[in-house]
């Protein structure tokens, strides 16, 4: 199942689950304690963000012997992508401005 | 390695514009005025025609946009291609730009249709290639559009 832009938002809206994804987007596959080493934020903390993040679709886990390793999956952010980068925003504003040419303009 | 083919996407803008068909056309189709509203551009209303737009360059996008007129059809349909020029040609934007003029009674009813985005190249370059917090401040910014 596919993580809505809505639902993308607000699970990246926290900044440790961002800096979290971050990290793993950058850096690769991490353990829970690689990635709770130096992070600041407590081992249960970064397991439950890490929770909320597999369950948008943006990390995914692989068990191996006692730890589980993950990684991040940036093909789960193409609804915000496409959100973004279908120039909605950048369109309507060219809109508005077209319709301010027109008022401009002789018929 | 065989890629699947990926899914495609498209953006659908309305407005209707109190406004003859035939004014909106000639702001879609005059260099000067297209620039007015759009942005640079060395566009000319013939199939065939390559033209670029051209906007100032911002952080992971060159301002350049490499096009080349598809169809044209006085007063009602106009399209080009849009896609990302230079070094980011490969992995970048590869749409088309299609609009379309409706009469109405009190104007025109303008249709823009970006279509050909494709989600997955699209996420997997920009999740790779782009800091995702630069990322997020823009998508901030338009959030308030969000419904």
Known sequence: ?107 | MTKPAAATRSLVIEREMPHPPEKVWRALTQSALLADWLMQNDFAPKVGHRFNFRAPPMPHWNGVVDCEVLTVEPNRRLSYSWNASGEEAANGLKTVVTWTLTPTKTGVLVRMEQSGFRAEEEANYRGANYGWQKYVAGLERVAAGLT
């Open chain 1, 1 to 107: 199942m596919r993580a809505t832009a809505t639902e993308l938002f607000s699970t990246l809206a926290d900044p440790t689950r961002r800096a979290i994804f971050e990290r793993l987007s950058r850096q690769g596959e991490q353990t829970v304690h690689a990635l709770t080493d130096g992070s600041g934020v407590s081992q249960p903390a970064v397991s439950k963000h890490l929770g909320v993040l597999k369950l948008a679709g943006l990390v995914r886990g692989r068990r191996q012997g006692r730890e589980t390793h993950y990684r991040a999956e940036p093909q789960a952010l193409a609804p915000l992508v496409q959100w973004m980068s279908l120039y909605g925003a950048f369109w309507r504003d060219r809109f508005d401005r077209l319709e301010d040419l027109l008022k401009r303009m002789d018929q």
